[in-house]
């Protein structure tokens, strides 16, 4: 758990998400691609590429002739404030405009000590280059109005996002201040940027038991670095082992780094040009674990989950169900997990929506309309998902990463239809 607090404390954006997780691949001995390169790849190499900066894609090739690809897919986003350009906001004090990115809670993001990071794109002698940029110091707070001034702030307040949560990061003599320091920072004068809020708490392991983690952006970089654990992990198999980690999950996986782009389908159309493999053939035989967290039920509103598919903080790994296929289990993919969740010794536990209270859509629903395989949503039971500091159960998340290095060590095989050995 020290290892994903540290994880956790770095990725105050999903640029410093990807960045640590290449550094482990490549500690690990994968090699990098380029999309804009020809590709040579050997049986036993292992290789990673990234597009945008915010998303990551690994592979091992196998020596002989695979049976499919045994995928999972998380992401790298959570819900925050993203800096426009031309933000510093003039006047008695000095604000910063920013809009959401994602579907948020609001309330916990005031009074609290925040900061900026993401990557800003600086001109150099090579060019317009791409830098990570995180200010690490107690730069902006967003104050609350004081309930003498709000008598219905414990009422249920509607917050306006043009007004209530711009940042304060000075007097009135601030103005221009923010670019210096962006550019100091940076190294050079700034052309572009997408910078992000993040709270400056760092993760914490709590609990009578110490059972409990918490921590910013707990959905979905948990499961994207258990994924990435287990794949690192685990032993060979039969198949290819891919890790997917995407972003802008959280705004709809549209962006040419998102679950709907063809990251994936290119990067597997490739390997098999490569290799002179059967991509169709592969795929018949291969599954999708897309790794996004699910709701726990809530200790003050039990009322809120649908009884018997509530999961438990500590419980074990959930398993995520949706008849409209906003998650992708079904009869098949759900018996495989908990066939893998067995051998491993990891519970599983499953999770609906309340039938009058629908959920959103993840990864694996997207993904699938460029990538058709079986597929199943697993994730970690959290509460408070969509805050801005969240929390999950500390054996789950050991759990996840036990199921994953299983998953990555199996294969499918599909000798008819109706028919699954794994």
């Known amino acids: ?61 196998p020596v002989a002739t695979p049976c499919g690809f045994m995928m999972s897919a998380a992401h790298s986003d959570r819900p925050t404030f993203k800096l426009k350009e031309n933000g510093e906001l003039e006047g008695k004090y000095t604000r910063l405009s920013v809009e959401r990115y994602g579907g948020m809670l ?94 400056r708490e760092n993760a914490k392991i709590w609990g009578i038991d110490r059972e409990y983690i918490s921590a910013q952006g707990i959905d979905d970089l948990a499961c994207a670095w258990a994924c990435t654990e287990g794949f690192l ?14 972003d802008s999950e959280e705004v709809g996986s549209g962006s040419v780094q998102g679950a709907a782009s063809d990251f994936l389908e290119a990067t597997l159309q490739r390997i098999c040009a490569s290799m002179g493999w059967n991509l169709k053939k592969l795929l018949s035989q291969s599954f999708m674990v897309s790794a996004d967290n699910g709701h726990a039920l809530h200790p003050n509103h039990p009322e809120l989950a649908d009884p018997p598919n509530a999961p438990l903080i500590g419980g074990g790994v959930v398993l995520k169900f949706n008849a409209a296929q906003k998650y992708t289990t079904d009869g098949v993919s759900g018996a495989m997990i908990r066939a893998i969740a067995k051998k491993a010794d990891v519970p599983v ?22 990538v058709s395989v079986l597929s199943a949503d697993i994730g970690l039971a959290q509460l408070s998902m969509h805050s801005c500091y969240e929390t999950a159960g500390v054996s789950d998340a050991e759990n996840l990463v036990k ?11 599909v000798p008819a239809d109706g028919i699954y050995q794994v």
């Open 233 to 246: 992990g685990a032993g060979e198999s039969g198949s290819v082992p891919v890790l997917c980690i995407f």
């Open 1 to 61: 758990m020290e290892k994903l607090c540290q994880f956790l404390d770095y990725a105050h954006s999903a640029y410093h998400a990807v960045d640590y997780l290449k550094k482990e691949l490549v500690f690990a001995g994968y090699q990098p691609l380029s999309e804009g390169a020809d590709w040579k790849l050997t049986p036993g190499g292992k290789y990673y590429l990234t597009r945008g900066g915010s998303a990551i894609l690994a592979f091992r090739v």
């Open 349 to 370: 536990q499953t999770y609906y929506n309340r039938a009058d209270l629908p959920g959103g859509s993840t990864l694996g629903y997207i993904s699938l309309s460029h």
């Open 403 to 413: 199921l994953m290095t299983a998953y990555y060590g199996s294969s499918l095989s």
């Open 106 to 199: 609001i309330a916990p993001w005031l009074d609290r000590t925040l900061s900026l990071a993401g990557r800003v794109l600086v001109e150099t002698e090579r060019g317009i280059e791409s830098k990570l940029l995180d200010i690490d110091r107690d730069l902006l707070l967003i104050p609350n109005v004081a309930i003498h001034m709000n008598r219905a702030a414990n009422d249920g307040y509607k917050w306006n996002p043009a007004v209530d949560v711009l940042p304060l990061i000075g007097g009135k003599d601030a103005k221009g201040k923010l670019t210096t320091l962006l550019e100091k920072t940076a190294g050079g004068k700034l052309l572009g940027q997408d910078l992000f809020l993040y709270v």
